[in-house]
């Protein structure tokens, strides 16, 4: 099955740094990668999404690279906010022909942005 | 409008007793996920519904785990005879339909298992 690693596990910038968050998947099938955001005490919030035939994405401050050859996908955050503090996952989407409908999570990283 | 809603949102309980948790999805979400999430840990499917079949229950940890799905809308994990490991944050997420669609998260269920 598909297996999904995070680094690092814990993360610390000065505001207004950049912060990367790297991810690789073991399945080539895969072929959706989403970020979700988790603040303390909610649940995760979809905050940027890449499909495999996209090498990147972007949307404001945030934006996301896939290298399918390598099978790994990044989140890169730029111009960091303490609001940026929290927990990001990563996912990744297998996809049999529809059949398969779950997510396979990274085990997150806590980003700390210091004002 | 409106998110994806799970009550209730704590609940603490004796080992042994069993338990019912809520998830209302998004109105016109076909598909509807349920997740644990551990103490500091990253989130591990269950179970996922189409409509109100469930063509992947591969993630349901033992027996003691059950689900179902109404009306295409509502759907409720069921824990019984409850054990400490079972205490844990258990998070609901829907989308459009199913394959590559966002999924989209309520704010969980914390349940603790005394």
């Known amino acids: 099955g598909e297996n999904v690693e995070q680094h690092p596990s814990t993360l610390s910038v000065q505001e207004g740094d950049s912060a990367v968050i790297k991810c690789t998947y073991s399945d080539s099938a895969s072929n959706y990668f989403p970020w979700y955001k988790q603040e303390l005490g909610k649940g995760p919030q979809l905050i940027i999404d890449i499909r495999s035939n996209v090498g990147e994405k972007k949307d404001q401050r945030i934006a996301v690279t896939l290298n399918k050859t390598a099978k790994h996908f990044s989140l890169h955050i730029t111009e960091t906010q303490p609001e940026d503090s929290a927990v990001y996952f990563c996912?990744?989407?297998?996809?049999?022909?529809?059949?398969?409908?779950?997510?396979?999570f990274g085990k997150g990283t806590k980003l700390s942005v210091k004002p | 409008g409106a998110g994806v809603s799970q009550s209730p949102s704590n609940k603490v309980t004796e080992k042994g007793k069993d338990v019912e948790l809520r998830c209302d999805p998004i109105?016109?979400?076909?598909?509807l996920y349920w997740y644990r999430q551990r103490l500091g840990q990253g989130l591990e499917f269950l179970i996922y519904?189409?409509?109100?079949?469930?063509?992947?229950k591969s993630g349901l940890p033992s027996d003691r785990f059950s689900a179902e799905r109404t009306g295409e809308s509502v759907s409720t994990l069921t824990i019984q005879r409850t054990q400490q490991e079972d205490s844990a944050v258990y998070l609901c997420a829907s989308s459009l339909g199913e394959g590559n669609q966002p999924q989209h998260f309520g704010d969980g269920t914390r349940l603790s298992i005394l």
């Open positions: 519904f189409q409509g109100n079949s469930a063509p992947d």
């Open positions: 996912a990744a989407h297998l996809n049999y022909g529809g059949s398969q409908g779950n997510l396979i």
């Open positions: 109105s016109g979400h076909t598909a």
